[in-house]
């Protein structure tokens, strides 16, 4: 953490003010199925999700959820059109578009983006995300990823003021969690599908080996 706080400072520059939360969608799924040895029959619920830090020198978006196709496909209904096209315009602004990992429900709202072009050079994806083949199934064509300049950076790195990366692979070559610390002191991580469910931090455990990745 002191190195964290260390690399979230830059001197003469300002921190991020507060942390906005966008919920797109909604879904449920057995617990059982997020948190190893956890019931099946019990029900957890699923927030697809994404994230503004506001800042003095332009927001940054962590996260994008996915498409509305991808959301019917996993869980019928609870998406919210309105949320993604606030999301989609918030995109066309910030001053950095940030995801955890290489996912279609964390990278998803980038890939089907009407506006891809314009946010893919605002769009930090590291060297291990775009190698790995399965971000096609994110929704991105061989000439989408072409519009991306991979991200080099080994172990910990600071894109902006109050923000650090930190390389994190495992459920996926290119997860990396994403430390916000904001002018008030408060402290934010996003840790993306290291866990599924906040029982699983309490559990320190992981989900099921059956579900894939």
Excluded at 32 to 55: D, M, P, Q
Aim: some cysteine; charged content about 20%; hydrophobic content about 40%.
């Amino acid at each position: 953490l002191t190195k964290l706080r260390e690399m979230a400072f830059w001197p003469g520059r300002p921190l991020p003010e507060r942390l906005r939360t966008l919920l797109i969608g909604e879904g449920s799924a057995a617990l059982g199925f997020t948190v190893a040895g956890e019931s099946l029959w019990e029900k957890t619920g699923i927030a697809i999700a994404a994230f503004e830090v506001v800042s003095p020198e332009g927001n940054i978006i962590i996260e994008s959820g996915h498409s509305p196709e991808m959301h019917r496909k996993k869980f019928g209904a609870g998406f919210y059109p309105d949320a993604y096209a606030s999301l989609q315009n918030a995109m066309r602004k910030a001053r950095l578009i940030l995801v955890t990992h290489e996912h279609t429900d964390h990278l998803g709202g980038v890939a089907h983006s009407p506006y891809l072009s314009e946010i893919a050079p605002r769009t930090l994806l590291t060297e291990e995300q775009l190698s790995n083949p399965r971000i096609v199934r994110c929704g991105f064509s061989a000439a989408d990823l072409k519009l991306f300049q991979p991200l080099k950076y080994e172990r910990l790195y600071s894109p902006a003021p109050g923000i650090v990366l930190i390389k994190s692979p495992g459920h996926s070559p290119g997860s990396q969690m994403i430390f916000v610390h904001l002018e008030s002191g408060k402290e934010f991580l996003f840790v993306g599908d290291i866990a599924w469910n906040h029982r699983a931090l309490e559990k320190e455990t992981g989900k099921p080996y059956i579900i894939p990745p």
